[in-house]
Antibody, heavy 123, light 113 residues
Framework: QVQLVQSGAEVKKPGSSVKVSCEAS????????LSWVRQAPGLGLEWMGA????????NYAQKFRGRLTIITDESRSTVYMELSSLRSEDTAVYYC????????????????WGQGTMVTVSS | DIVMTQSPDSLAVSLGERATINCKSS????????????LAWYQQKPGQPPKLLIY???TRESGVPDRFSGSGSGTDFTLTISSLQTEDVAIYYC?????????FGPGTKVDIK
């Protein structure tokens, strides 16, 4: 059974960047879409973008285009999310999540989630 | 983007009673190619990541108790908990994955009355 293990909590200054990793273990990695979803304190879930490692092309939510980069390192079965120009509103728990199947062209529901990474943006 | 709305924002139900959550999408999420609704339901408890309950609008994920059921098609969907248990206290989110711009509903908080 695949597990997604994320990197640890981060504290960042406004205007800086943060890079969060998500390592997949125990299962196939490359063919499944992996998404990033964030959740600000007390608020709902917000999809940020996704990547299919075998293709290496990311799809971003309009809101984050220009500020978000999602890349993969297949040799490490790891996906990275880098968010730049951080502001206080980016304070949130960031989750990676894997599609349930490898079906295309649509995405699928997310059946495996990472444990979450708290990113705090504060001066 | 497809906008997802949920109602109610919160509800309190007695133990053993039925809880019903509604979800509406601003656009159709039923694919004509395979007649599947690209709609999922998640449960989230405090301090935990979301857990997939239902996909294709009505297919229960493996291991999910059968008191959880999903229904609906096109733009209107419902999650029903037939007999609420204490462990069902959580926030429930619907999600559409029809579009390449995935979106979630705002969530519905379920509590015990």
């Amino acid at each position: 059974q695949v597990q997604l293990v994320q990197s640890g909590a981060e504290v960042k200054k406004p205007g800086s960047s943060v890079k969060v990793s998500c390592e997949a273990s125990g299962g196939t990695f490359s063919s499944y879409a992996l998404s990033w979803v964030r959740q600000a304190p007390g608020l709902g879930l917000e999809w940020m973008g996704a990547i299919i490692p075998i293709f290496g092309i990311a799809n971003y939510a309009q809101k984050f285009r220009g500020r978000l980069t999602i890349i993969t390192d297949e040799s490490r079965s790891t996906v990275y999310m880098e968010l730049s120009s951080l502001r206080s509103e980016d304070t949130a728990v960031y989750y990676c999540a894997r599609d349930r199947t490898t079906s295309r062209p649509h995405f699928d529901a997310f059946d495996v989630w990472g444990q979450g990474t708290m990113v705090t943006v504060s001066s | 983007d497809i906008v997802m709305t949920q109602s109610p924002d919160s509800l309190a139900v007695s133990l053993g009673e039925r809880a019903t959550i509604n979800c509406k999408s601003s656009q159709n999420v039923l694919a004509s190619s395979n007649n599947k609704n690209y709609l999922a339901w998640y449960q989230q408890k405090p301090g935990q990541p979301p857990k997939l309950l239902i996909y294709w609008a009505s297919t229960r994920e493996s291991g999910v108790p059968d008191r959880f059921s999903g229904s609906g098609s096109g733009t209107d969907f419902t999650l029903t908990i037939s007999s609420l248990q204490t462990e069902d206290v959580a926030i429930y989110y619907c999600q559409q994955y029809y579009s390449t711009q995935i979106t979630f509903g705002p969530g519905t908080k379920v509590d015990i009355k």
